[in-house]
């Protein structure tokens, strides 16, 4: 997982942005080849096929302890 944060400027006021894209895992060509054919013809998995993380700023306390965590810092 990448996580990024940015900030926009639009009509001179500033609007914070993080962006977290999740790395799919790698797989062989054939294989995607395969996924992509479905694809087109209109497979649809059961799991979905996109997902998004909406974060707000209540979340800021558990992600600092999550950062800590990964830190070293258990506290």
């Given at each position: ?12 006021r500033i609007f914070p942005t993080v962006y977290i ?7 062989p060509f054939w294989e995607r080849v395969k996924y ?40």
């Open positions: 997982m990448i996580v990024l944060y940015d900030e926009d400027e639009i009509d001179d894209h999740a790395h799919l895992a790698k797989r992509g054919i479905r694809y087109i013809f209109g497979y649809q998995s059961k799991y979905g096929a996109f997902d998004e993380f909406i974060i707000n700023p209540d979340d800021s306390v558990r992600l600092r302890k999550i950062a800590d965590y990964l830190d070293g810092n258990k506290g």
